[in-house]
């Protein structure tokens, strides 16, 4: 008998990274004594909100507790049973999103969750209900989580203490996790309600002072040329924009952005 059991439990665990709630066990015909059978037997190492992992799970703790709690938004319900487009069902956000992409060293006592409807919120959980996009969401290690962009968007909206967000967008630039143009575009408008500078030079300078272009990605070291020095790039780009076989001011702009961007410094 316990063979057969264990041996659901596992088919479900091997779909869904080694992990098997108890009210999916008891979809399946594993009841709670046979549950505390394996527990007792080294079978099952429960995590937290009744979420167990077999011994073969391949996930580590800093990515198996994020994915427990998730499987948790939604106990009753299989992995495979959940939405399966981006934006549609709970992802890990806010602080939380930033422990899985490493950025920064946000404290935060809960697991946090974006989601696009109201869910239960099991034990030292919170759920943020906010619409998400497709774009908005990605995977890390299998567990759902809103990209770099969109966790500094959150936080910065959220109202986090800039010193933090400072480590923040420092991290995730030096990773090239985020294009700073773009970080710019959606965070300005959110400037005034959260008291920091809206201006392109003057928003590198004050979240990321100590930044040093030669250490970012070409896209970033093109952004921050664009942000920092808009009039080097605008009076470069015409002696650029001659040397072209064919014209091309979008392609002339980041060229010269490029090059102000490789030979400047916002200090």
Not at 87 to 114: I, N, Q, R, W
Request: net charge negative.
């Amino acid at each position: 008998m316990w063979e057969e059991q264990f041996s659901e439990l596992s088919a479900v665990a091997a779909r869904q990274n080694g992990m098997v709630t108890e009210a999916q066990a008891g979809r399946i015909g594993v009841d709670e004594p046979a549950l505390r059978h394996f527990a007792e037997s080294g079978l099952l190492l429960e995590l937290d909100w009744g979420v167990h992992q077999l011994p073969w799970g391949s996930l580590g703790p800093r990515y198996a507790y994020p994915y427990a709690a998730w499987l948790a938004l939604s106990p009753g319900s299989f992995r495979w049973e959940r939405p399966q487009q981006g934006g549609e069902d709970a992802v890990l956000s806010h602080e939380s999103a930033c422990g899985l992409h490493g950025l920064g060293s946000v404290p935060s006592p809960e697991v946090v969750f974006t989601a696009p409807e109201a869910l239960g919120e099991p034990r030292a959980t919170k759920v943020h209900v906010a619409p998400l996009r497709p774009e908005d969401v990605t995977t890390v290690e299998h567990v759902p989580v809103t990209t770099p962009h969109r966790t500094v968007v959150d936080l910065v909206a959220d109202g986090t203490d800039h010193g933090e967000l400072r480590r923040i967008l420092m991290d995730a630039l030096l990773k090239d996790l985020v294009d700073l143009r773009a970080i710019h575009q959606d965070l300005a408008p959110l400037a005034q309600r959260r008291e920091f500078p809206a201006g392109g030079r003057e928003f590198v300078q004050y979240f990321v002072p100590d930044l040093t272009p030669a250490l970012l990605s070409p896209r970033n070291v093109r952004a921050y040329a664009a942000l920092v020095f808009p009039d080097r790039v605008a009076g470069l780009q015409p002696d650029v924009a001659r040397l072209l076989p064919v014209p091309d001011a979008v392609l002339s702009y980041e060229i010269a952005a490029e090059i102000v961007g490789q030979t400047g410094s916002a200090r």
